[in-house]
Protein backbone atom coordinates (compact mmCIF):
# COMPACT_ATOMS: atom_id res chain seq x y z
CA UNK A 1 0.00 0.00 0.00
CA UNK A 2 1.09 3.57 -0.93
CA UNK A 3 2.43 5.90 1.90
CA UNK A 4 1.65 9.06 -0.56
CA UNK A 5 -1.79 10.21 0.87
CA UNK A 6 -2.91 13.50 0.50
CA UNK A 7 -4.83 15.10 3.74
CA UNK A 8 -7.51 18.51 3.77
CA UNK A 9 -10.81 19.46 4.38
CA UNK A 10 -14.23 18.99 2.67
CA UNK A 11 -15.28 21.80 0.91
CA UNK A 12 -18.86 22.63 0.68
CA UNK A 13 -20.06 25.14 -2.39
CA UNK A 14 -22.45 27.20 -0.87
CA UNK A 15 -24.68 26.95 -4.19
CA UNK A 16 -25.30 23.56 -3.17
CA UNK A 17 -25.68 23.99 0.77
CA UNK A 18 -28.08 26.86 0.61
CA UNK A 19 -31.18 25.14 -1.39
CA UNK A 20 -30.13 22.32 1.29
CA UNK A 21 -30.79 24.95 3.74
CA UNK A 22 -33.96 26.02 2.47
CA UNK A 23 -35.72 22.94 1.79
CA UNK A 24 -34.13 20.43 4.98
CA UNK A 25 -32.78 22.81 7.88
CA UNK A 26 -35.64 22.34 10.01
CA UNK A 27 -38.85 20.49 9.36
CA UNK A 28 -41.01 23.68 10.08
CA UNK A 29 -40.17 26.68 8.39
CA UNK A 30 -41.17 28.85 11.27
CA UNK A 31 -38.38 27.80 13.65
CA UNK A 32 -36.60 30.34 11.75
CA UNK A 33 -38.20 33.29 13.58
CA UNK A 34 -37.29 31.14 17.20
CA UNK A 35 -33.28 30.85 16.28
CA UNK A 36 -32.75 34.50 14.60
CA UNK A 37 -34.72 35.64 17.92
CA UNK A 38 -32.36 32.85 19.98
CA UNK A 39 -29.27 34.40 18.32
CA UNK A 40 -30.47 38.11 19.78
CA UNK A 41 -31.51 36.62 23.04
CA UNK A 42 -27.38 35.24 23.36
CA UNK A 43 -26.22 38.09 22.37
CA UNK A 44 -28.12 40.32 24.81
CA UNK A 45 -26.85 37.67 27.48
CA UNK A 46 -23.01 37.82 25.97
CA UNK A 47 -22.84 41.07 27.49
CA UNK A 48 -24.73 41.15 30.25
CA UNK A 49 -21.75 38.39 31.02
CA UNK A 50 -19.12 40.66 30.10
CA UNK A 51 -20.67 42.94 31.93
CA UNK A 52 -20.47 40.78 35.33
CA UNK A 53 -17.56 39.49 34.80
CA UNK A 54 -16.28 42.97 34.63
CA UNK A 55 -14.89 42.90 30.88
CA UNK A 56 -16.92 45.96 30.18
CA UNK A 57 -15.52 49.46 30.60
CA UNK A 58 -18.01 51.41 29.52
CA UNK A 59 -20.59 53.01 32.11
CA UNK A 60 -23.22 53.22 29.93
CA UNK A 61 -23.50 49.58 28.92
CA UNK A 62 -22.82 48.81 33.08
CA UNK A 63 -25.88 50.88 33.59
CA UNK A 64 -27.92 49.51 31.01
CA UNK A 65 -31.06 48.08 32.57
CA UNK A 66 -33.38 48.39 29.39
CA UNK A 67 -32.06 45.58 27.17
CA UNK A 68 -34.19 44.02 24.63
CA UNK A 69 -35.45 42.70 21.33
CA UNK A 70 -37.44 44.23 18.72
CA UNK A 71 -39.52 42.30 16.26
CA UNK A 72 -40.93 44.64 13.35
CA UNK A 73 -43.39 43.03 10.87
CA UNK A 74 -43.21 45.63 7.43
CA UNK A 75 -45.14 43.68 5.26
CA UNK A 76 -45.09 46.82 2.35
CA UNK A 77 -41.64 45.99 2.04
CA UNK A 78 -41.94 42.40 2.47
CA UNK A 79 -39.33 42.35 5.42
CA UNK A 80 -39.08 40.97 8.93
CA UNK A 81 -36.62 42.61 11.00
CA UNK A 82 -35.28 41.19 14.02
CA UNK A 83 -33.24 43.90 16.68
CA UNK A 84 -30.91 43.76 19.69
CA UNK A 85 -29.44 45.90 22.16
CA UNK A 86 -26.60 42.81 23.00
CA UNK A 87 -23.01 42.79 21.90
CA UNK A 88 -22.67 43.27 18.46
CA UNK A 89 -19.95 42.02 15.61
CA UNK A 90 -17.19 43.70 14.41
CA UNK A 91 -16.14 43.03 10.37
CA UNK A 92 -13.99 40.38 11.48
CA UNK A 93 -16.39 38.47 13.71
CA UNK A 94 -18.94 38.53 10.80
CA UNK A 95 -15.99 36.91 8.78
CA UNK A 96 -15.56 34.66 11.63
CA UNK A 97 -19.09 33.70 12.54
CA UNK A 98 -21.43 34.65 9.51
CA UNK A 99 -19.12 33.73 6.34
CA UNK A 100 -17.76 30.63 7.93
CA UNK A 101 -21.14 28.10 7.95
CA UNK A 102 -21.99 26.46 11.11
CA UNK A 103 -19.48 27.66 13.42
CA UNK A 104 -20.43 29.28 16.52
CA UNK A 105 -19.74 32.13 18.19
CA UNK A 106 -21.58 30.92 21.05
CA UNK A 107 -19.02 28.05 21.29
CA UNK A 108 -16.29 30.44 21.53
CA UNK A 109 -17.47 32.99 23.72
CA UNK A 110 -18.30 30.19 26.51
CA UNK A 111 -14.51 28.56 25.90
CA UNK A 112 -13.01 31.44 26.42
CA UNK A 113 -15.50 33.55 29.39
CA UNK A 114 -17.38 30.95 30.96
CA UNK A 115 -15.05 27.48 31.77
CA UNK A 116 -14.36 27.07 35.72
CA UNK A 117 -16.92 30.45 35.93
CA UNK A 118 -19.88 28.45 35.19
CA UNK A 119 -21.91 26.32 37.24
CA UNK A 120 -25.26 24.66 36.98
CA UNK A 121 -26.53 27.33 38.50
CA UNK A 122 -25.36 29.97 37.22
CA UNK A 123 -24.47 29.30 33.53
CA UNK A 124 -24.41 31.10 30.50
CA UNK A 125 -27.78 30.60 29.26
CA UNK A 126 -26.33 30.77 26.08
CA UNK A 127 -28.66 29.22 23.52
CA UNK A 128 -27.40 29.63 20.09
CA UNK A 129 -24.90 26.44 20.16
CA UNK A 130 -25.21 25.40 16.47
CA UNK A 131 -24.11 28.23 14.11
CA UNK A 132 -26.68 26.93 11.32
CA UNK A 133 -29.52 28.67 13.47
CA UNK A 134 -28.40 32.11 11.60
CA UNK A 135 -29.00 30.58 8.05
CA UNK A 136 -32.23 29.41 8.88
CA UNK A 137 -33.26 32.81 7.80
CA UNK A 138 -33.07 31.73 4.15
CA UNK A 139 -35.46 29.43 4.66
CA UNK A 140 -38.24 31.93 4.10
CA UNK A 141 -36.01 34.81 2.61
CA UNK A 142 -34.26 35.63 -0.71
CA UNK A 143 -31.98 38.05 1.18
CA UNK A 144 -30.48 38.69 4.18
CA UNK A 145 -28.97 42.16 5.71
CA UNK A 146 -27.31 42.09 8.91
CA UNK A 147 -26.16 46.10 10.47
CA UNK A 148 -24.58 45.43 13.35
CA UNK A 149 -21.62 47.72 15.59
CA UNK A 150 -19.94 46.14 18.73
CA UNK A 151 -19.94 46.86 22.10
CA UNK A 152 -16.34 48.22 21.65
CA UNK A 153 -16.15 51.76 20.72
CA UNK A 154 -13.13 51.47 18.92
CA UNK A 155 -15.01 48.94 16.31
CA UNK A 156 -16.35 50.61 13.59
CA UNK A 157 -20.56 49.28 12.38
CA UNK A 158 -20.64 46.95 9.92
CA UNK A 159 -22.77 46.08 7.51
CA UNK A 160 -23.69 42.31 5.48
CA UNK A 161 -26.13 41.35 2.77
CA UNK A 162 -26.16 37.82 1.17
CA UNK A 163 -28.56 36.20 -1.26
CA UNK A 164 -30.13 32.72 -1.14
CA UNK A 165 -27.42 32.09 -3.74
CA UNK A 166 -24.94 32.28 -1.01
CA UNK A 167 -23.21 35.18 -2.79
CA UNK A 168 -22.59 38.37 -0.45
CA UNK A 169 -21.42 41.87 0.58
CA UNK A 170 -19.47 43.31 3.70
CA UNK A 171 -18.24 46.78 4.90
CA UNK A 172 -18.27 48.91 7.17
CA UNK A 173 -21.53 50.29 7.58
CA UNK A 174 -23.45 53.12 9.07
CA UNK A 175 -25.17 51.91 12.45
CA UNK A 176 -24.92 54.33 15.13
CA UNK A 177 -26.70 52.30 18.29
CA UNK A 178 -24.76 49.20 19.56
CA UNK A 179 -26.05 45.61 18.30
CA UNK A 180 -27.41 44.31 15.55
CA UNK A 181 -30.51 44.17 12.91
CA UNK A 182 -30.94 41.14 11.10
CA UNK A 183 -33.32 41.96 8.16
CA UNK A 184 -34.93 39.17 6.06
CA UNK A 185 -36.67 40.29 2.77
CA UNK A 186 -39.29 37.28 2.23
CA UNK A 187 -39.73 35.44 -0.57
CA UNK A 188 -43.19 35.79 -2.73
CA UNK A 189 -43.56 32.26 -1.99
CA UNK A 190 -43.69 32.53 1.83
CA UNK A 191 -45.76 36.14 1.88
CA UNK A 192 -47.60 33.73 4.69
CA UNK A 193 -45.50 34.84 7.13
CA UNK A 194 -46.07 38.79 6.54
CA UNK A 195 -49.05 38.25 8.75
CA UNK A 196 -48.67 40.53 12.15
CA UNK A 197 -51.21 37.52 13.26
CA UNK A 198 -49.43 34.49 12.09
CA UNK A 199 -45.44 35.71 13.40
CA UNK A 200 -47.20 37.02 17.10
CA UNK A 201 -48.16 33.50 16.93
CA UNK A 202 -44.92 32.04 16.92
CA UNK A 203 -43.41 34.11 18.99
CA UNK A 204 -45.91 33.01 21.34
CA UNK A 205 -45.60 29.51 20.57
CA UNK A 206 -41.16 29.49 21.00
CA UNK A 207 -40.17 32.28 22.47
CA UNK A 208 -43.18 33.05 24.81
CA UNK A 209 -40.58 32.93 27.98
CA UNK A 210 -37.20 33.50 26.60
CA UNK A 211 -35.27 35.89 29.08
CA UNK A 212 -35.12 38.98 27.35
CA UNK A 213 -37.85 41.28 26.72
CA UNK A 214 -39.56 40.84 22.76
CA UNK A 215 -41.84 43.27 21.41
CA UNK A 216 -43.36 43.68 18.53
CA UNK A 217 -43.85 45.90 15.85
CA UNK A 218 -46.25 46.23 12.88
CA UNK A 219 -45.10 48.72 10.44
CA UNK A 220 -48.26 51.10 9.21
CA UNK A 221 -50.79 49.40 11.86
CA UNK A 222 -52.77 51.32 14.28
CA UNK A 223 -51.46 50.47 17.80
CA UNK A 224 -54.02 49.15 20.15
CA UNK A 225 -53.52 49.71 23.99
CA UNK A 226 -54.74 47.62 26.91
CA UNK A 227 -57.63 50.27 26.88
CA UNK A 228 -59.27 48.37 24.42
CA UNK A 229 -59.52 50.57 21.29
CA UNK A 230 -58.06 51.38 18.12
CA UNK A 231 -55.75 55.02 18.80
CA UNK A 232 -53.44 57.13 16.80
CA UNK A 233 -50.38 57.45 18.97
CA UNK A 234 -49.88 60.98 18.37
CA UNK A 235 -53.16 61.92 19.03
CA UNK A 236 -54.42 59.95 21.57
CA UNK A 237 -54.90 61.14 24.95
CA UNK A 238 -55.04 57.92 26.81
CA UNK A 239 -52.35 57.70 29.71
CA UNK A 240 -51.90 53.91 29.10
CA UNK A 241 -49.31 54.14 26.42
CA UNK A 242 -46.65 51.45 27.92
CA UNK A 243 -44.72 49.30 25.85
CA UNK A 244 -45.46 45.28 26.98
CA UNK A 245 -43.28 42.72 25.96
CA UNK A 246 -44.72 39.84 24.24
CA UNK A 247 -43.11 37.42 26.23
CA UNK A 248 -42.44 36.43 30.32
CA UNK A 249 -39.06 37.15 31.19
CA UNK A 250 -39.29 35.08 34.29
CA UNK A 251 -41.39 32.40 34.02
CA UNK A 252 -42.83 30.50 37.25
CA UNK A 253 -40.68 27.26 36.95
CA UNK A 254 -37.63 29.70 37.77
CA UNK A 255 -38.84 31.19 40.61
CA UNK A 256 -37.65 29.44 43.82
CA UNK A 257 -40.93 27.17 44.94
CA UNK A 258 -40.56 29.12 48.16
CA UNK A 259 -41.87 32.44 46.57
CA UNK A 260 -44.37 30.90 44.22
CA UNK A 261 -48.07 30.94 45.35
CA UNK A 262 -50.49 28.74 44.57
CA UNK A 263 -52.28 31.48 42.67
CA UNK A 264 -49.72 31.96 40.61
CA UNK A 265 -49.53 28.15 39.64
CA UNK A 266 -52.68 28.36 38.70
CA UNK A 267 -52.76 31.56 36.50
CA UNK A 268 -49.62 30.02 34.88
CA UNK A 269 -51.79 26.85 33.88
CA UNK A 270 -54.34 28.38 32.87
CA UNK A 271 -52.38 30.58 30.53
CA UNK A 272 -50.26 28.35 28.80
CA UNK A 273 -52.62 25.07 28.39
CA UNK A 274 -55.82 27.59 27.34
CA UNK A 275 -57.71 25.67 30.09
CA UNK A 276 -60.32 27.23 32.07
CA UNK A 277 -60.42 24.73 34.92
CA UNK A 278 -57.98 24.88 37.67
CA UNK A 279 -55.90 21.77 37.65
CA UNK A 280 -55.75 19.02 40.50
CA UNK A 281 -52.30 19.85 42.13
CA UNK A 282 -48.98 20.72 40.20
CA UNK A 283 -45.37 19.65 40.99
CA UNK A 284 -42.49 22.20 40.94
CA UNK A 285 -39.43 20.57 39.49
CA UNK A 286 -35.81 22.08 40.58
CA UNK A 287 -33.20 19.65 39.64
CA UNK A 288 -29.11 20.78 40.42
CA UNK A 289 -26.47 18.85 39.57
CA UNK A 290 -25.99 17.06 37.92
CA UNK A 291 -29.47 16.58 36.08
CA UNK A 292 -29.88 20.50 35.72
CA UNK A 293 -33.29 21.34 34.75
CA UNK A 294 -36.45 22.76 36.23
CA UNK A 295 -39.85 22.62 35.26
CA UNK A 296 -43.84 22.44 36.96
CA UNK A 297 -45.94 19.17 36.11
CA UNK A 298 -49.90 19.26 36.38
CA UNK A 299 -52.70 16.79 36.83
CA UNK A 300 -55.40 18.16 35.04
CA UNK A 301 -58.80 17.82 36.03
CA UNK A 302 -60.86 15.87 33.82
CA UNK A 303 -64.51 16.51 33.36
CA UNK A 304 -65.80 13.10 32.29
CA UNK A 305 -64.25 9.50 31.00
CA UNK A 306 -64.21 10.15 27.10
CA UNK A 307 -62.64 13.35 27.47
CA UNK A 308 -59.35 13.36 25.98
CA UNK A 309 -56.84 12.39 28.38
CA UNK A 310 -53.56 13.36 26.28
CA UNK A 311 -51.91 15.73 28.29
CA UNK A 312 -48.88 18.28 27.17
CA UNK A 313 -45.24 18.23 28.52
CA UNK A 314 -43.51 21.41 26.55
CA UNK A 315 -39.92 20.75 26.56
CA UNK A 316 -38.07 23.86 26.45
CA UNK A 317 -34.24 24.79 26.52
CA UNK A 318 -32.90 27.75 28.46
CA UNK A 319 -36.63 29.22 28.17
CA UNK A 320 -36.79 28.49 24.48
CA UNK A 321 -39.54 26.26 23.54
CA UNK A 322 -38.47 22.92 21.55
CA UNK A 323 -41.04 20.77 21.77
CA UNK A 324 -44.70 19.48 22.50
CA UNK A 325 -45.40 15.69 24.11
CA UNK A 326 -41.86 14.69 25.04
CA UNK A 327 -43.16 10.91 25.20
CA UNK A 328 -39.22 9.93 26.42
CA UNK A 329 -38.97 12.33 28.77
CA UNK A 330 -42.13 11.88 30.56
CA UNK A 331 -43.27 8.09 32.09
CA UNK A 332 -46.11 6.77 29.37
CA UNK A 333 -48.44 6.16 32.15
CA UNK A 334 -47.94 9.52 32.91
CA UNK A 335 -48.89 11.30 29.72
CA UNK A 336 -51.93 13.14 31.07
CA UNK A 337 -49.54 15.98 32.73
CA UNK A 338 -49.40 19.07 31.24
CA UNK A 339 -46.71 21.39 32.21
CA UNK A 340 -42.98 22.64 31.52
CA UNK A 341 -39.40 21.00 31.75
CA UNK A 342 -36.59 23.24 31.13
CA UNK A 343 -33.52 21.25 30.14
CA UNK A 344 -30.29 23.19 29.44
CA UNK A 345 -28.15 20.21 28.50
CA UNK A 346 -30.11 18.83 25.47
CA UNK A 347 -29.53 20.47 22.47
CA UNK A 348 -31.96 23.10 21.21
CA UNK A 349 -31.90 21.50 17.51
CA UNK A 350 -32.95 17.85 19.46
CA UNK A 351 -33.98 14.93 17.67
CA UNK A 352 -36.78 12.01 18.72
CA UNK A 353 -33.58 9.45 18.35
CA UNK A 354 -31.43 11.74 20.59
CA UNK A 355 -34.49 11.30 23.03
CA UNK A 356 -34.81 7.75 23.26
CA UNK A 357 -30.83 7.11 22.91
CA UNK A 358 -29.89 9.74 25.91
CA UNK A 359 -28.78 8.41 29.25
CA UNK A 360 -29.77 11.86 30.35
CA UNK A 361 -33.05 12.09 29.41
CA UNK A 362 -33.38 8.52 31.19
CA UNK A 363 -31.86 10.08 34.12
CA UNK A 364 -34.91 13.19 34.05
CA UNK A 365 -37.64 10.91 33.18
CA UNK A 366 -36.85 8.49 36.15
CA UNK A 367 -36.52 11.76 38.30
CA UNK A 368 -39.54 13.31 36.91
CA UNK A 369 -40.90 9.94 38.59
CA UNK A 370 -39.78 9.77 41.42
CA UNK A 371 -41.07 13.60 42.17
CA UNK A 372 -44.53 12.09 40.94
CA UNK A 373 -44.33 9.32 43.70
CA UNK A 374 -43.25 12.26 46.46
CA UNK A 375 -46.26 14.46 45.44
CA UNK A 376 -48.48 11.67 45.65
CA UNK A 377 -47.34 10.58 49.22
CA UNK A 378 -47.06 13.82 50.20
CA UNK A 379 -50.57 14.55 49.66
CA UNK A 380 -51.32 11.26 50.99
CA UNK A 381 -49.62 12.15 54.45
CA UNK A 382 -50.24 15.91 54.79
CA UNK A 383 -53.25 16.41 52.66
CA UNK A 384 -55.53 13.70 52.98
CA UNK A 385 -58.79 15.24 52.06
CA UNK A 386 -57.67 16.87 49.19
CA UNK A 387 -55.98 13.90 47.49
CA UNK A 388 -59.42 11.63 48.49
CA UNK A 389 -60.95 14.27 46.41
CA UNK A 390 -58.06 14.11 43.20
CA UNK A 391 -58.15 10.22 43.42
CA UNK A 392 -61.03 9.41 41.07
CA UNK A 393 -59.44 11.53 38.09
CA UNK A 394 -55.64 9.98 38.84
CA UNK A 395 -56.77 6.87 39.79
CA UNK A 396 -56.60 4.76 36.39
CA UNK A 397 -52.96 6.73 35.96
CA UNK A 398 -51.86 5.64 39.41
CA UNK A 399 -52.80 2.20 38.76
CA UNK A 400 -51.64 1.65 35.57
CA UNK A 401 -48.28 3.26 36.46
CA UNK A 402 -47.94 0.81 39.31
CA UNK A 403 -48.40 -2.26 37.00
CA UNK A 404 -46.11 -0.81 33.96
CA UNK A 405 -43.21 0.41 36.69
CA UNK A 406 -41.80 -1.44 39.50
CA UNK A 407 -39.71 1.43 41.08
CA UNK A 408 -42.97 3.48 40.82
CA UNK A 409 -45.35 1.11 42.60
CA UNK A 410 -42.78 -0.03 45.20
CA UNK A 411 -42.65 4.27 46.17
CA UNK A 412 -46.18 4.89 46.00
CA UNK A 413 -48.16 1.66 46.89
CA UNK A 414 -48.95 3.06 50.74
CA UNK A 415 -50.44 5.66 48.77
CA UNK A 416 -52.61 3.97 46.47
CA UNK A 417 -56.60 4.13 47.78
CA UNK A 418 -60.26 2.75 46.95
CA UNK A 419 -63.38 4.62 47.36
CA UNK A 420 -66.32 2.40 48.94
CA UNK A 421 -70.00 2.36 47.73
CA UNK A 422 -70.29 4.67 50.20
CA UNK A 423 -68.03 7.51 48.73
CA UNK A 424 -65.58 6.97 51.57
CA UNK A 425 -62.15 6.35 50.78
CA UNK A 426 -59.61 3.62 52.70
CA UNK A 427 -56.26 1.81 51.87
CA UNK A 428 -56.02 -1.36 51.71
CA UNK A 429 -54.86 -1.73 55.23
CA UNK A 430 -57.39 0.31 56.25
CA UNK A 431 -60.39 -1.65 54.57
CA UNK A 432 -58.98 -4.96 55.99
CA UNK A 433 -58.97 -3.51 59.31
CA UNK A 434 -62.52 -1.97 59.26
CA UNK A 435 -64.17 -5.71 57.98
CA UNK A 436 -61.78 -7.17 60.86
CA UNK A 437 -63.35 -4.46 63.46
CA UNK A 438 -67.34 -4.31 62.09
CA UNK A 439 -67.67 -8.04 60.60
CA UNK A 440 -65.63 -10.43 62.41
CA UNK A 441 -64.07 -11.06 58.71
CA UNK A 442 -60.03 -11.97 59.46
CA UNK A 443 -59.40 -13.28 55.84
CA UNK A 444 -57.59 -11.09 53.85
CA UNK A 445 -60.10 -10.87 51.59
CA UNK A 446 -61.78 -7.68 49.50
CA UNK A 447 -65.28 -7.20 48.35
CA UNK A 448 -65.64 -5.30 45.60
CA UNK A 449 -68.72 -4.23 43.32
CA UNK A 450 -68.06 -3.15 39.13
CA UNK A 451 -71.29 -0.84 39.37
CA UNK A 452 -73.05 1.11 42.20
CA UNK A 453 -76.55 0.43 40.06
CA UNK A 454 -76.54 -2.91 38.56
CA UNK A 455 -74.98 -4.10 41.99
CA UNK A 456 -77.47 -2.37 44.26
CA UNK A 457 -79.11 -5.65 45.64
CA UNK A 458 -75.94 -7.55 46.77
CA UNK A 459 -74.24 -4.52 47.98
CA UNK A 460 -77.46 -4.17 50.18
CA UNK A 461 -76.83 -7.38 51.62
CA UNK A 462 -73.49 -6.79 52.75
CA UNK A 463 -74.45 -3.61 54.04
CA UNK A 464 -76.82 -5.18 56.54
CA UNK A 465 -73.82 -7.61 57.70
CA UNK A 466 -71.74 -4.54 57.88
CA UNK A 467 -69.23 -5.63 55.30
CA UNK A 468 -67.48 -2.76 53.42
CA UNK A 469 -67.30 -3.04 49.83
CA UNK A 470 -65.30 -1.06 47.30
CA UNK A 471 -66.00 0.45 44.08
CA UNK A 472 -63.81 -1.34 40.96
CA UNK A 473 -65.56 0.36 38.27
CA UNK A 474 -62.72 0.81 35.53
CA UNK A 475 -61.69 -1.42 32.53
CA UNK A 476 -58.01 -1.42 34.19
CA UNK A 477 -59.38 -2.54 37.63
CA UNK A 478 -59.68 -6.07 36.62
CA UNK A 479 -56.38 -6.11 35.96
CA UNK A 480 -55.28 -3.96 38.68
CA UNK A 481 -56.77 -6.17 41.34
CA UNK A 482 -54.99 -9.53 39.92
CA UNK A 483 -51.55 -7.49 40.26
CA UNK A 484 -52.46 -6.31 43.49
CA UNK A 485 -52.91 -9.90 44.62
CA UNK A 486 -49.36 -11.01 43.20
CA UNK A 487 -48.16 -7.98 45.04
CA UNK A 488 -50.22 -8.69 48.82
CA UNK A 489 -49.56 -12.15 50.24
CA UNK A 490 -53.03 -13.68 50.91
CA UNK A 491 -55.28 -10.66 50.27
CA UNK A 492 -57.97 -11.86 47.17
CA UNK A 493 -60.55 -9.21 45.63
CA UNK A 494 -63.64 -10.74 45.47
CA UNK A 495 -66.92 -9.16 43.49
CA UNK A 496 -70.12 -9.34 45.47
CA UNK A 497 -71.71 -10.82 43.21
CA UNK A 498 -69.06 -14.04 42.41
CA UNK A 499 -69.82 -16.47 45.17
CA UNK A 500 -71.90 -16.75 48.69
CA UNK A 501 -69.64 -15.28 51.76
CA UNK A 502 -69.91 -17.35 54.31
CA UNK A 503 -70.96 -13.52 56.40
CA UNK A 504 -74.16 -13.44 54.17
CA UNK A 505 -75.01 -17.13 55.10
CA UNK A 506 -77.37 -18.29 58.60
CA UNK A 507 -78.10 -21.36 59.94
CA UNK A 508 -81.81 -21.09 59.02
CA UNK A 509 -84.60 -24.00 59.57
CA UNK A 510 -82.65 -27.29 58.17
CA UNK A 511 -85.97 -28.80 57.44
CA UNK A 512 -87.38 -26.24 55.40
CA UNK A 513 -83.75 -26.17 53.31
CA UNK A 514 -84.46 -30.04 53.20
CA UNK A 515 -88.08 -30.20 51.93
CA UNK A 516 -86.90 -27.25 49.59
CA UNK A 517 -83.98 -28.90 47.84
CA UNK A 518 -86.06 -31.92 47.24
CA UNK A 519 -89.14 -30.01 45.75
CA UNK A 520 -87.95 -27.28 44.28
CA UNK A 521 -84.58 -27.67 42.57
CA UNK A 522 -86.49 -29.08 39.50
CA UNK A 523 -88.74 -26.07 38.81
CA UNK A 524 -85.49 -24.15 39.14
CA UNK A 525 -83.61 -25.90 36.96
CA UNK A 526 -86.18 -25.86 34.27
CA UNK A 527 -87.14 -22.08 35.08
CA UNK A 528 -83.23 -21.16 34.79
CA UNK A 529 -82.34 -23.77 32.00
CA UNK A 530 -79.67 -25.63 31.14
CA UNK A 531 -76.20 -24.78 32.51
CA UNK A 532 -77.36 -23.37 35.40
CA UNK A 533 -76.39 -24.66 38.97
CA UNK A 534 -78.99 -24.26 41.36
CA UNK A 535 -77.94 -24.71 45.21
CA UNK A 536 -80.03 -23.94 48.20
CA UNK A 537 -78.83 -21.36 51.39
CA UNK A 538 -80.52 -19.90 54.49
CA UNK A 539 -79.45 -16.18 53.64
CA UNK A 540 -79.26 -13.74 56.56
CA UNK A 541 -81.63 -11.41 54.75
CA UNK A 542 -85.02 -12.23 53.90
CA UNK A 543 -85.94 -9.86 51.15
CA UNK A 544 -83.99 -11.59 48.71
CA UNK A 545 -85.64 -14.78 47.52
CA UNK A 546 -82.81 -15.80 44.92
CA UNK A 547 -79.27 -14.26 43.81
CA UNK A 548 -77.01 -15.38 40.65
CA UNK A 549 -73.17 -15.62 41.36
CA UNK A 550 -70.38 -16.32 38.42
CA UNK A 551 -67.03 -17.53 39.58
CA UNK A 552 -64.22 -14.73 39.86
CA UNK A 553 -62.03 -16.71 38.14
CA UNK A 554 -64.57 -17.22 35.14
CA UNK A 555 -66.02 -13.86 35.24
CA UNK A 556 -62.40 -12.21 34.89
CA UNK A 557 -61.57 -14.22 32.01
CA UNK A 558 -64.78 -13.04 30.16
CA UNK A 559 -63.45 -9.23 32.02
CA UNK A 560 -60.34 -10.16 29.73
CA UNK A 561 -62.06 -11.28 27.03
CA UNK A 562 -64.60 -8.34 26.73
CA UNK A 563 -61.51 -6.15 26.83
CA UNK A 564 -59.35 -7.36 24.24
CA UNK A 565 -62.56 -7.77 21.81
CA UNK A 566 -63.23 -3.90 22.56
CA UNK A 567 -66.57 -4.63 24.61
CA UNK A 568 -67.92 -7.77 22.47
CA UNK A 569 -67.72 -10.34 23.72
CA UNK A 570 -69.20 -14.00 23.43
CA UNK A 571 -68.66 -15.45 26.80
CA UNK A 572 -70.89 -14.71 28.74
CA UNK A 573 -75.01 -15.20 29.11
CA UNK A 574 -75.36 -18.19 31.45
CA UNK A 575 -72.18 -19.56 31.35
CA UNK A 576 -70.74 -20.49 34.82
CA UNK A 577 -73.98 -19.29 36.87
CA UNK A 578 -75.18 -20.26 40.07
CA UNK A 579 -78.33 -19.60 41.36
CA UNK A 580 -78.98 -19.84 44.83
CA UNK A 581 -82.15 -20.37 46.51
CA UNK A 582 -82.58 -18.21 49.78
CA UNK A 583 -84.90 -20.66 51.81
CA UNK A 584 -85.22 -17.96 54.24
CA UNK A 585 -87.16 -16.15 51.95
CA UNK A 586 -91.28 -15.90 52.71
CA UNK A 587 -91.93 -15.83 48.88
CA UNK A 588 -89.24 -19.48 48.85
CA UNK A 589 -91.70 -20.63 51.32
CA UNK A 590 -94.93 -19.74 49.69
CA UNK A 591 -93.25 -21.22 46.77
CA UNK A 592 -92.48 -24.50 48.79
CA UNK A 593 -96.13 -24.87 50.25
CA UNK A 594 -97.58 -24.51 46.62
CA UNK A 595 -95.52 -27.24 45.16
CA UNK A 596 -95.94 -29.56 48.15
CA UNK A 597 -99.92 -28.57 47.96
CA UNK A 598 -100.17 -29.79 44.20
CA UNK A 599 -102.28 -28.59 41.89
CA UNK A 600 -101.12 -25.57 41.01
CA UNK A 601 -97.83 -26.80 39.13
CA UNK A 602 -98.19 -24.02 35.80
CA UNK A 603 -98.90 -21.00 38.64
CA UNK A 604 -95.53 -22.45 40.55
CA UNK A 605 -93.34 -22.53 37.00
CA UNK A 606 -94.44 -19.09 36.27
CA UNK A 607 -93.36 -17.75 39.47
CA UNK A 608 -89.65 -19.94 39.95
CA UNK A 609 -89.41 -18.35 36.27
CA UNK A 610 -90.12 -14.25 37.22
CA UNK A 611 -87.74 -15.38 40.77
CA UNK A 612 -84.92 -16.41 38.66
CA UNK A 613 -84.67 -13.21 36.09
CA UNK A 614 -84.74 -11.17 39.28
CA UNK A 615 -82.04 -12.70 40.57
CA UNK A 616 -80.63 -12.76 36.52
CA UNK A 617 -81.37 -8.57 36.24
CA UNK A 618 -79.87 -7.70 39.86
CA UNK A 619 -76.79 -9.53 38.61
CA UNK A 620 -76.08 -8.91 34.80
CA UNK A 621 -78.05 -7.14 31.91
CA UNK A 622 -80.29 -9.58 30.13
CA UNK A 623 -80.39 -10.79 26.79
CA UNK A 624 -82.16 -9.09 24.15
CA UNK A 625 -83.97 -12.99 23.68
CA UNK A 626 -84.08 -12.98 27.71
CA UNK A 627 -85.30 -9.23 28.00
CA UNK A 628 -88.65 -10.63 25.24
CA UNK A 629 -89.07 -13.55 27.27
CA UNK A 630 -89.11 -12.04 30.62
CA UNK A 631 -91.82 -8.67 29.92
CA UNK A 632 -93.92 -11.65 28.08
CA UNK A 633 -94.05 -13.82 31.03
CA UNK A 634 -94.25 -10.68 33.06
CA UNK A 635 -97.46 -9.73 31.63
CA UNK A 636 -98.79 -13.35 31.40
CA UNK A 637 -98.30 -13.56 35.53
CA UNK A 638 -100.14 -10.41 36.34
CA UNK A 639 -103.51 -11.20 33.79
CA UNK A 640 -103.35 -14.81 35.92
CA UNK A 641 -103.94 -12.58 39.27
CA UNK A 642 -107.66 -13.35 40.54
Not at 358 to 382: E, G, P, Q, R
Not at 414 to 434: C, G
Amino acid sequence: MSNNFEKGGISVQTEHIFPIIKRWLYSDKEIFLREIVSNASDAVTKLKRLVSLGEVKDEDIINEENYRIDVTLDAALSTITVSDNGIGMSIDEIKRYINQIALSGALDFITKYEGENSSSDNGSGIIGHFGLGFYSAFMVADTVEIKTRSYVKSESAAYWTCSDAGEFEMGEGDKESRGTDIIMHVTEDEKEFLNAYKLKEILDKYCAFMPVPIYFHEVGAEEKHDHGHDCDCEECTCTDKEEKPVNDVSPLWQKPISECTDEEYKEFYKKVFKDYKDPLFHIHINADFPLNFKGILYFPKISHEYENLEGQVKLYYNQVFVADNIKEVIPEYMLLLKGVIDCPELPLNVSRSYLQNSAYVSKVSAHITKKISDKLNSLFNNEREKYEGCWDDIKPFVEYGCMRDEKFYDKTKKAVIYKTVSDEYVTLDEYLERNEKNAGITEKTVYYASSKLQQVNYIRLFKEQNIEVVLLDALIDSQFISFMESKNEGVKFVRIDSELDSALKSEGDKDVAERAEKTLKEVFAKAAGEGVEIVFEALKSEKTPAMVTLSENERRFADMMKMYSRGESSFGGKQGEKLVVNTSSALIGKLLTMCEAGGREETAAKMAKQIYMLAVIAQRPLTSEELEGFVGESVELLESIQ
